[in-house]
């Protein structure tokens, strides 16, 4: 599969984290391209199978639980475009013990993605600390990572459906 993981980060976070999905997904066999959001193009994505968003959650305009910067225009960028029959997943840095909307990026993405018509294929990830507890945090990421493709997501359904329907 080609996948593509859009990040973004302040203080390298999620630029590590990335760096463990994508990793792990090389390691299953996939081919794997990584690019930070600020340079990130959306008009590319209909070349992936899969594109995976991940950013860290930051007060923005006045509002706690707001994606990267970077992300707030990539998503501007989107606007318009057709998602449709594509596919996506979302993972999110932030820290529940101090901020009260604990990794909100992730919900403003979700909502992003799933308002262009793209489909999340498995539930996001939220990562709690990820400095703080970085060893565990990897394990849940590869772990994340590899069930983007087990048959519990239904992953190869939802991809032959969709192929078969944009051929039709
Ligand atoms: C100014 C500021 C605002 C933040 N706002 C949130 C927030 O609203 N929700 C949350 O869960 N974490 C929040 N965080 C925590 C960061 O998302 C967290 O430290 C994350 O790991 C940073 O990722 P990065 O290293 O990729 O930049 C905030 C941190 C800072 C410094």
Not at 32 to 54: C, Q, W
Not at 100 to 126: N, P, Q, Y
Request: net charge neutral.
């Amino acid at each position: 599969m080609k996948i593509l993981i859009v990040f973004a980060t302040y203080s390298s976070g999620t630029q590590t984290a990335s760096g463990v999905v994508e990793k792990t997904l090389i390691e299953a066999g996939h081919e794997v391209k990584v690019e930070n959001a600020r340079e990130s193009d959306p008009k590319s994505f209909s070349i992936f199978d899969l594109i995976i968003f991940g950013s860290p959650s930051w007060y923005i305009d006045g509002k706690d639980g707001q994606p990267h910067e970077y992300f707030g225009s990539l998503l501007k960028k989107m606007n318009g475009m057709d998602l449709k029959y594509k596919q996506y997943a979302v993972f999110g840095l932030g820290h529940s013990s101090y901020y009260s909307h604990f990794c909100g990026a992730v919900d403003v993405l979700e909502e992003g993605i799933k308002k262009l018509g793209g489909k999340i294929i498995v539930d996001s990830l939220r990562i709690d600390g990820f400095y703080f507890y970085q060893n565990a945090n990897e394990e849940r990421i590869r772990k994340w990572t590899k069930d983007l493709f087990t048959e519990n997501n239904k992953m190869t359904g939802i991809l032959s459906k969709l192929q078969h329907h944009s051929k039709s």
